[in-house]
């Protein structure tokens, strides 16, 4: 497995965000993770690339435990936030070669990220002069430059016109056939899920309450159906 989560639990003082969340993610699968907002999407993405601890419980990246092994975690991922942190004052070739020695990775790689993601003619610009799109291509070159073995994407086309949306799809599917990625993405976005994604995992106010392939899914009901309903029953 290259993700998977042991009854996680966790408390912010009295507020349960997560309730005994258990799931386990095979390599080379992108899972969509889907849920209302404040079902606890973030705060289990945040867990998992260890920016915070879980109250109880505890999940494996590659079979390291991020508890108890978190450097060896943060090694074998890339991980794009929500709200994409960049300077924006540095221009994409410095932000990138940055960040690549942070990772210790050669500057053929650096050459190899540009191609996959589509900004080898914006390498000159600042970062501070790129539309939003360009911006999320960016957060998603930083999160690759290490090549991780899984990627975490927190809504990544949040704010993104049509156009930009389907440009940042198409990149991440290409990205994923190149180098078999394990990809576990947060959207709100039904389409997104239909049009990328071979397992959906819905979590609400912090129980996992639907964990099947995209198949089964549908075959079961329409899937923006089933999200209706959870968003209704708020």
Do not use: W
């Given at each position: 497995m290259s993700i998977k989560v042991n009854n996680i639990n966790k408390w912010y003082g009295d507020n349960q965000a997560l309730n005994d969340v258990s799931f386990s993610i095979e390599k080379g699968s992108i899972v969509g993770f889907l849920g209302p907002n404040g079902a606890g999407k973030s705060t289990l993405m945040k867990i998992l690339t260890t920016y915070i601890s879980p109250s109880s419980g505890t999940g494996y990246v590659n079979g390291y435990s991020v508890s108890e092994q978190s450097i060896d975690v943060r090694k074998c991922i890339g991980?794009?936030?929500?709200?994409?942190?960049?300077?924006?004052?540095?221009?994409?070739?410095?932000?990138?070669?940055?960040?690549?020695?942070?990772?210790?990775?050669?500057?053929?790689?650096?050459?190899?990220?540009?191609?996959?993601?589509?900004?080898?003619?914006?390498?000159?610009?600042?970062?501070?002069?790129?539309?939003?799109?360009?911006?999320?291509?960016?957060?998603?070159?930083?999160?690759?430059?290490?090549?991780?073995?899984?990627?975490?994407?927190?809504?990544?086309?949040?704010?993104?016109?049509?156009?930009?949306?389907?440009?940042?799809?198409?990149?991440?599917?290409?990205?994923?056939k190149e180098s078999n990625k394990t990809v576990l993405l947060s959207t709100?976005?039904?389409?997104?899920?239909?049009?990328?994604?071979?397992?959906?995992?819905?979590?609400?106010k912090g129980n996992i309450v639907h964990d099947r392939s995209l198949g089964e899914t549908l075959k079961e009901k329409d899937l923006e159906s089933l999200f209706s309903e959870l968003t209704i029953q708020r």
């Open positions: 991980y794009l936030p929500e709200h994409n942190p960049l300077y924006l004052d540095m221009y994409v070739a410095e932000y990138l070669e940055f960040v690549s020695n942070v990772h210790r990775v050669s500057k053929d790689r650096i050459s190899t990220v540009f191609r996959q993601t589509g900004l080898t003619d914006e390498s000159n610009k600042k970062i501070e002069q790129l539309s939003k799109g360009y911006r999320q291509r960016v957060g998603l070159a930083s999160a690759l430059l290490h090549d991780p073995e899984v990627l975490i994407l927190d809504e990544p086309t949040t704010g993104l016109d049509p156009n930009q949306i389907i440009e940042i799809r198409e990149l991440i599917r290409a990205v994923v709100h976005i039904m389409q997104e899920v239909e049009a990328l994604c071979d397992h959906v995992i819905i979590i609400d």
